[in-house]
């Protein structure tokens, strides 16, 4: 029997990188260091300059971006979106993490710096801040192009960063289906997200030349590991390596080991007119605006010559004798002065009448004063499932807030351990708050039940 593989994803060279995402730790790796074809593994530092873009108050994610021939014009898989057509900046976000859109992540390097060739420049900037010693990109897709390389090493470094720089936007990466708002968009590796037990991300890839790329996420327990694999031959191939790879770190990984997050580089921002005619807010760059050097102030010279002016001088000299003789005047006053002096002042004793008032009747029944509650009512709860860790509990608390902002707003996110885990509560909601909020999260296959006051 004969197969026939196509030469192109034949020809794609192979490489693959294994770590322990808590401590940064590499557990495998084969050809991690070889330059390679990336494909849409770009859109992760896409999205990542995008992230810290809202965080830091560049853009935000209900701005309405325009979109451009050249967005528009980008070869599938693509939202669809046309020239001139205004879109919220977070339903290309979306598309560019969930449907790996390539018209989406045009458009939000655009939003971003103007110009795809601007954003480029930045994507390197920030991928040598994060240690990617080997990439270089030239576009926002990640589509084939002379000189746009990565290492499976490096993508498993923005993996890792992803994650924990930006973990109020990590879900993005484990949806199935999204709304991008012209219409709903479904995961590219939703197969290894619904088959691999705790897979939760993160982004795949596909080009001729590349072949079938992947950084995968999972967490089982207290592990994390980060898997790579850069050339695999088919959809199916590639998830059974990943697969094989996660099941490898997880065998590796040591149960308990200390969480090391990576630094997080500094902001840079927009570096502005970097080009001739080039346009755009320029955002002071952060290495120039701190202070390098902490200047101690000279000492004022001290004049060799000049006479003391002697009238201050005397001045100071009596009123510091007036202040001792006034100290020792008061001490040696009589006690017999004092007493007169100082004047005990007793109060007035309380009316009688007002007593009287106070004081119940003997045929009067006793009143039963209670305290008003405050409250409002907001006496109830919702939980949103237990996790092994409060970590993890917090990141869902965090994570669930962001999704159901209208009617979860105001409310108190709590983390109470249990036996056998950390329960994840939102409190402080009224009965018909509380209701509302878990039918909401349940039709979002959110776990939800209410808690009633204790």
């Known amino acids: 029997m004969l197969i026939v593989v196509p030469l192109s994803a034949a020809a794609a060279p192979y490489a693959a990188m294994v770590i322990d995402a808590r401590s940064g730790k590499a557990l495998h790796s084969r050809n991690a260091d070889t330059r390679l074809h990336p494909a849409s593994l770009t859109k992760m530092m896409t ?65 971003i710096e103007g110009s795809e060739a601007r954003f480029a420049r930045r994507m390197n900037r920030t991928a040598k801040a994060l240690g990617m010693t080997r990439t270089t990109f030239k576009n926002a897709h990640g589509l084939t192009e002379s000189g746009h390389l990565s290492t499976a090493r490096d993508m498993t470094t923005l993996g890792r960063h992803l994650f924990y720089d930006y973990p109020e936007y990590y879900n993005l990466f484990s949806r199935m289906t999204a709304n991008a708002g012209v219409k709903t968009v479904y995961h590219t590796n939703r197969k290894l997200l619904a088959s691999y037990r705790g897979a939760d991300g993160i982004k795949t890839g596909y080009t001729r030349a590349a072949g079938f790329n992947l950084v995968a996420s999972a967490e089982r327990g207290r592990e994390r590991i980060i ?39 500094a902001y840079y921002g927009k570096i502005g007119n970097d080009t001739p005619g080039g346009v755009g807010k320029t955002v002071r760059l952060a290495a120039a605006a701190a202070v390098r050097k902490s200047l101690r102030p000279a000492l004022r010279p001290r004049p060799q010559n000049t006479p003391i002016l002697v009238a201050a001088k005397d ?52 009143e039963v004063v209670t305290r008003l509650s405050t409250s409002g009512g907001r006496l109830w709860g919702i939980n949103v499932g ?19 902002m209208s009617t979860l707003d105001g409310s108190l996110r709590k983390v109470v351990a249990r036996s056998n885990g950390y329960d994840a ?7 018909e708050t509380a209701d ?16 009633g006051p204790s």
């Open 227 to 265: 898997a790579t694999v850069f050339g695999g031959r088919s959809t199916r191939t590639r998830n059974a390596k990943v697969a094989e790879l996660l099941d490898l770190g997880f065998k590796r990984a040591p149960s308990r080991v200390a969480v090391h997050r990576p630094g997080r580089p």
């Open 386 to 404: 237990r996790y092994p860790s409060q970590y993890k509990a917090r990141s869902i608390l965090l994570q669930t807030a962001l999704n159901e």
């Open 315 to 366: 001045d100071i000299d009596k009123a510091v004798m007036a202040a001792q003789t006034t100290e020792v005047a008061a001490l040696e006053k009589p006690k017999g002065a004092e007493a007169a002096t100082i004047r005990m002042v007793k109060p007035n004793a309380r009316p009688k009448s007002i007593l009287e008032a106070k004081a119940p009747r003997k045929d009067q029944a006793a």
């Open 436 to 451: 509302l909020a878990c039918r909401r999260l349940q039709a979002k296959q959110v776990t939800c039940f209410m808690i």
């Open 47 to 111: 999205l990542y300059i995008v992230f810290e873009a809202v965080e830091n108050g560049e853009i935000s994610l209900d701005t309405k971006v325009r979109i451009s021939k050249h967005a528009a014009s980008e070869p599938p898989s693509k939202l669809g979106l046309k020239a001139g057509q205004r879109i919220a900046l977070r339903y290309l976000v979306r598309a560019a993490a969930v449907k790996s859109a390539n018209d989406a992540a045009t458009a939000l390097a655009e939003a």
């Open 425 to 431: 509560n939102f409190m402080g909601l009224t009965r």
